[in-house]
């Protein structure tokens, strides 16, 4: 079984035990500071479906310790340099997720056919479809497994996180697309997987909402 999207593209899902020796292979135990031996023992413990992504809570890997395992073409994924508080976007309060260091997901789609509206017009969308927006967390999890479905013209925000402010919430949502190399991103990351974040209010024609069955 694939996982299912809004296009086209479909691909294999790596098995659980393929997808935590990727984990292991791209660095995580040291960007985590856990042994392999712990990662295992955290993922032994979950009973996977043949199309659950492996997701890597913040509680051991904040979203800034995994943006750099991202990689395309070569180059590394990085986050934006106005993004210095990556680390503070957190689920949504309606969001009742895992508090385990491991944890699966199931039946993600891109949300391409979301593509052109903004954050807050696609989330009650989503919710009427009986789906929940994924986090930044598990939206590189996704992609540490999936490089290709990060695909130019169709990229997406995981508006599953949000930054709690004295009176709500931060107007930005985070997003991973692909660098095109201009402004502070530099020429050097050109095509590299880039973590940023747009307006909640705004619409992006490439970008979809990445989400998950509730």
Same mark, same amino acid.
């Given at each position: 079984?694939?996982?299912?999207?809004?296009?086209?593209?479909?691909? =294999?899902?790596?098995?659980?035990?393929?997808q935590?020796?990727?984990?292991?292979?791209?660095?995580?135990?040291e960007?985590?500071?856990?042994?392999?031996?712990?990662?295992?023992?955290?993922?032994?413990?979950?009973?996977?479906?043949?199309?659950?992504?492996?997701?890597?809570?913040?509680?051991?890997?904040?979203?800034?310790?995994?943006?750099?395992?991202?990689?395309?073409?070569?180059?590394?994924?990085?986050?934006?340099?106005?993004?210095?508080?990556?680390?503070?976007?957190?689920?949504?309060?309606?969001?009742?997720?895992?508090?385990?260091?491991?944890?699966?997901?199931?039946?993600?789609?891109?949300?391409?056919?979301?593509?052109?509206?903004?954050?807050?017009?696609?989330?009650?969308?989503?919710?009427?479809?009986?789906?929940?927006?994924?986090?930044?967390?598990?939206?590189?999890?996704?992609?540490?497994?999936?490089?290709?479905?990060?695909?130019?013209g169709?990229?997406?925000?995981?508006?599953?996180?949000?930054?709690?402010?004295a009176d709500?919430?931060?107007?930005?949502?985070?997003?991973?697309?692909?660098?095109?190399?201009?402004?502070r991103?530099?020429?050097?990351? =050109?095509?590299?997987?880039?973590?940023?974040?747009?307006?909640?209010?705004?619409?992006?024609?490439?970008?979809?909402?990445?989400?998950?069955?509730?």
């Amino acid at each position: 079984m694939s996982l299912t999207f809004t296009t086209d593209a479909t691909t =294999r899902t790596p098995t659980i035990s393929e997808q935590l020796a990727r984990l292991i292979d791209l660095g995580l135990p040291e960007a985590a500071g856990v042994s392999p031996e712990e990662l295992r023992s955290y993922a032994g413990k979950l009973r996977a479906r043949p199309d659950s992504i492996l997701v890597v809570n913040p509680c051991i890997a904040p979203p800034s310790a995994l943006a750099p395992l991202l990689s395309r073409g070569g180059k590394r994924g990085f986050v934006v340099a106005d993004m210095t508080d990556l680390d503070d976007f957190a689920p949504l309060d309606e969001l009742d997720l895992p508090a385990q260091p491991l944890y699966l997901v199931h039946g993600i789609e891109r949300g391409d056919d979301l593509a052109n509206r903004s954050p807050n017009e696609a989330l009650p969308e989503l919710r009427a479809r009986g789906r929940r927006p994924l986090t930044i967390n598990e939206g590189l999890s996704w992609l540490l497994q999936q490089p290709d479905l990060l695909e130019p013209g169709h990229c997406f925000m995981t508006i599953g996180s949000r930054k709690r402010i004295a009176d709500g919430l931060d107007t930005r949502t985070p997003a991973i697309w692909i660098s095109g190399g201009s402004g502070r991103d530099g020429r050097r990351r =050109r095509g590299a997987p880039k973590v940023g974040w747009c307006w909640a209010g705004n619409r992006h024609t490439w970008l979809g909402f990445a989400s998950t069955p509730m």
